[in-house]
Structures are given as C-alpha cells and as structure tokens.
C-alpha cells in the first residue's frame, strides 16, 4: 500500500489493552452448582429475610431521624439525628450486608477525616453492593444521587438519610448547582461526612479503569481514592452490561458461604495549582495512582460506550459491536454522539448484508454499488487498520473521520463532477457515467442504472451538479474512493486513465 494515505497509527488511536470492560462470563463448577442447589432452598430465603428486616429497621431509624425537616440538604445533622445515623442506622446497614454474606471486610491503609478529604473516589465500580459496602466502610458517608429517588416511596427514605447532593436531570443549571453544593461542603472544615463519588460513572468488571468522570475534581479540592476488590471465587459479585442480569447476581451471591471484600484507603491526594485548574488533568492522575495500587491499565471507555452498546443491539448488532472508546474519539477527531450513532446505524446496514457484524471488502463493495477493484481494495486497506481483512465499527469511524470526510471536500467533489462531466454542460449523463465507472471500477450496465437512478431524484435524465453532491455527503466514501483511483491511475499531465 502506498505511504500517501494511511491513517496514522499512533498510539493514542490504538486498540486499548481491554477491548471490553463490560463483559463478564461466569463461569460455575459442578461442585459451585451443587451449592448453589442446597443454599437456593435453605440459605438463600433465610438470608433474603434477614436483610428485609434490617432494611426495614434501617427505615424505621431513618424515618424518625428525617422527622420536622424540610431541606435535610442544607445543613448536616447535628445533636440526636447525628446519633440515629451514626449508630441504630448504621448498625443496620451493617447487619443488612452481613446477612448477605460480607462477614467480615478486610481493609488496608487508613480513612482521612472528612477535613483532610472532602471527597472520597472509588474504584472500580463494578456491582450494586459497592454502594452498600462503601456505606459501612466510610461510616455513613454523603454521595450524590438524582433527585427522583428522594421522592421513592420506602427506598427515597432511606437515601435521604444519607444527606446526598441530588442532581436533577430537568434542570439545565443542575451540573453548575452540583459542583457549587460540593464545593460548599468541602470548604465546611470537616463539618459535613465526606463526600463519596464513583468517577467510572458506570459498571465494568474490575480489569482496568475507565475514564473518570470530572465531578469530583471540580471542586479542585483533596480527595481519598479507595479501592474496591472482591475475592470471592466464583465471583458472583461483578454486574456490568453484558453478563448475569440483577437478580442472578443477588440470587448467587446470597448463595455464597462467605463473600470476600478488600478495601484499601490510598493516600489522601491534593491536587497542584495545574490540577485545580484543568480537572481533566486532576482526573487522570487520581486514576493513575488508583490503576498503579490495582495494578490494571486505564481505557478511555465511558458511560457513552455502554449507550451505544445498547444501540448495537436495537440495529441486530451484539452489545460489543458498539464500544468504541469513545471519549478518546472525541478528543482526537472531535465526533459527537449523536454523529456516531448515525455512523452506527450506516455501520449496521453495511456489516449485516452478510450476516456478522464486521465489514469486509466483498460488504464494502454491496455497500457503494462497485465490484471489487484495485482502488476499492487500497481504500478497504486504509480504513482495516488491524490487517485482518475486516472493520469493526472503530475502524470504520475512524476511516471515516480521518479519510472519507475530509476528502469529500467541495474541491474533491467537483473534480470527480468533472471526471464525468464531458464537455463541462453542468450535468451527467447515463452513458457518460457507464462509460467511467465500467473502465475504471469495472461497473456492469445494469449497476450504472441503478446508481443512476438513486443520484437523478428527480428523474431527469441528467444528474446536476446538486444532485451529485447530495448524495456524494450521503456516501462520503465515494469521494475517497475517487480520491484514490485518482491518485493510482493519473498520468504525468494529471489526466485521468479513463479508456
């Protein structure tokens, strides 16, 4: 392949170390499956009502704590409420994870006080139970929550409780009103319980960090990274995406002897004058010294991922078909989301002509209406930036961001015009595109007709100039197409070889 085209292979657009972080197989022994049959009709109910009660408890304590407050947001609680919480509530919490199964939990390194850290971020965030885990861990500390659960018969009560900053996702102003609420109780001298934060913002399976979400570095203020690590084996424990579904999760690991949990408190970490004001930065340094302690890499996966993961599924494609990494793209090729979700649904259309959900050149070829030929090989080559001889739907992103888009420029599309274009009339005819696209790409009659036909919406017998541009930004890979048959096939004069 020539040197003149090639996406560049740097690092920074290289396949991540973990390709997918939303995955998790379980996989059972005979003897875990004989267990789970005995404690399914003994263990398992017993402990479902234990936990019930402790929750109903927890409830109860919460309920008269809340009593005679209209804004339990505004202050922390003092005097008796702060008792109910840091004791019956709390106890409760405690016996409600215990007769889960989480006995005993293991901890290494040492708590900051909410004075030396405002703000806790842990990682990873991989099940439901981290939550609860954290509760007891960090002795019933704050967090932030959306303002619908605060209105959740039962369930709104007890988060309540926990003195949460709400988020509403109607409110335009909510993410600014968010960061000024931690910001104000981080600056309160150790007055309010820490304030703890997931920074993944979603669920993976623990085997690297994603990219982490800048509302807790906002405030510019010291945070204690913690991290979580289940050891339990089968791990019955990880819920993300594409994997066993809630209820399976809770199912197993109540049917757990003993449910292993490791929670180590790194040092407390204060963000320099760069770190203040760039959180991005402040981000990803908190995330590396938590993946160096994990010992796992980090990817630039987000929540955004998982969104198009499940977008995946609604055009026919599996659920991995959508990870793209896509914070990383839309840094490097400033895409939006809403551009690669139209990219998706292209993406689909072309992968699933031959049932599977990759591109390969014979899928390209259907796509554009053209046999294979040597342009349409070199141009299959730039956009398979793996060498296997097919794309996945980064691949094709890319492709069309660094190559298809940028040469389906308004120069590029009136020189190919132009190709067809004999005599410069303003228009094309049938026979003039028969003629060059039959001796360049080697396109039957009956396929010029075709494409003929989609570019003349009118039904003129002729395609204008706006007619061929209009659908030349319908299939930006046209223009590239052209770009590099032209590249290929011109003379010393610059004249194409067309007979």
């Known amino acids: 392949m020539s040197e003149r085209s090639k996406i560049p292979r740097q690092e920074s657009l290289m396949v991540p170390p973990v390709q997918n972080p939303f995955v998790h197989k379980l996989q059972l022994t005979t003897a875990d499956k004989i267990r789970i049959a005995i404690c399914s009709v003994t263990l398992f109910p017993l402990r479902l009502i234990a936990i019930l009660i402790f929750v109903i408890i927890a409830w109860v304590f919460a309920l008269i704590a809340l009593t005679g407050i209209k804004d339990?947001?505004?202050?922390?609680?003092?005097?008796?409420?702060?008792?109910?919480?840091?004791?019956?509530?709390?106890?409760?919490?405690?016996?409600?994870?215990?007769?889960?199964?989480?006995?005993?939990?293991?901890?290494?390194?040492?708590?900051?006080?909410?004075?030396?850290?405002?703000?806790?971020?842990?990682?990873?965030?991989?099940?439901?139970?981290?939550?609860?885990?954290?509760?007891?861990?960090?002795?019933?500390?704050?967090?932030?929550?959306?303002?619908?659960?605060?209105?959740?018969?039962?369930?709104?009560?007890?988060?309540?409780?926990?003195?949460?900053?709400?988020?509403?996702?109607?409110?335009?102003?909510?993410?600014?009103?968010?960061?000024?609420?931690?910001?104000?109780?981080?600056?309160?001298?150790?007055?309010?319980?820490?304030?703890?934060?997931?920074?993944?913002?979603?669920?993976?399976?623990?085997?690297?960090?994603?990219?982490?979400?800048?509302?807790?570095?906002?405030?510019g203020a010291a945070v204690q990274p913690v991290i979580l690590r289940y050891t339990t084996i089968p791990d019955t424990v990880t819920w993300t995406w594409e994997g066993p579904n809630a209820y399976t999760i809770m199912w197993l690991t109540l049917c757990n002897l003993n449910n292993k949990l490791e929670i180590e408190f790194l040092d407390v970490y204060h963000p320099n004058e760069e770190e203040i004001k760039d959180p991005k930065l402040f981000a990803n340094n908190v995330r590396a010294v938590m993946a160096k302690a994990l010992d796992v890499p980090v990817t630039d996966h987000t929540f955004e991922d998982t969104r198009l993961m499940v977008q995946a599924t609604k055009t026919g494609l599996p659920l991995s078909a959508g990870l793209v990494e896509f914070q990383k793209l839309k840094n490097k090729l400033g895409i939006s989301f809403d551009n690669t979700e139209v990219m998706l649904a292209k993406y689909a259309e072309i992968a699933q002509s031959d049932g599977d959900a990759f591109i390969d050149i014979k899928d390209f070829a259907k796509y554009l209406n053209l046999p294979i030929s040597p342009a349409l090989e070199e141009m299959f080559q730039l956009y398979d930036r793996s060498g296997t001889k097919k794309m996945d739907f980064r691949d094709y992103i890319i492709g069309c961001s660094l190559l298809s888009q940028p040469a389906n420029s308004e120069e590029t599309i009136q020189l190919a015009f132009k190709m067809f274009d004999e005599g410069d009339k303003g228009f094309i005819t049938q026979e003039e595109l028969c003629k060059i696209l039959h001796n360049a790409f080697g396109v039957k009659d009956t396929d010029v007709t075709k494409l003929f036909t989609q570019v003349d919406s009118a039904a003129s017998g002729k395609i204008t100039y706006e007619q061929f541009k209009e659908y030349a930004e319908k299939k930006p890979e046209y223009a590239m197409l052209f770009k590099t048959y032209h590249e290929m096939s011109a003379d010393k004069d610059g004249k194409l070889k067309t007979e």
């Open 72 to 219: 339990e947001g505004k202050e922390p609680f003092t005097g008796w409420r702060r008792w109910v919480r840091a004791v019956p509530y709390f106890y409760s919490v405690r016996a409600s994870f215990f007769a889960g199964g989480f006995h005993r939990l293991s901890y290494k390194g040492k708590q900051a006080s909410s004075r030396e850290a405002p703000l806790a971020v842990i990682a990873p965030h991989s099940s439901y139970v981290d939550p609860l885990a954290i509760l007891f861990a960090l002795n019933i500390p704050t967090g932030v929550g959306r303002i619908e659960t605060a209105s959740t018969p039962f369930f709104g009560t007890l988060v309540r409780m926990l003195q949460p900053v709400f988020v509403s996702r109607t409110d335009p102003n909510s993410r600014q009103n968010t960061i000024k609420e931690i910001k104000r109780r981080a600056q309160s001298g150790g007055n309010w319980p820490q304030v703890i934060i997931f920074p993944e913002g979603t669920c993976t399976n623990r085997s690297c960090l994603i990219s982490f979400k800048g509302g807790a570095f906002y405030p």
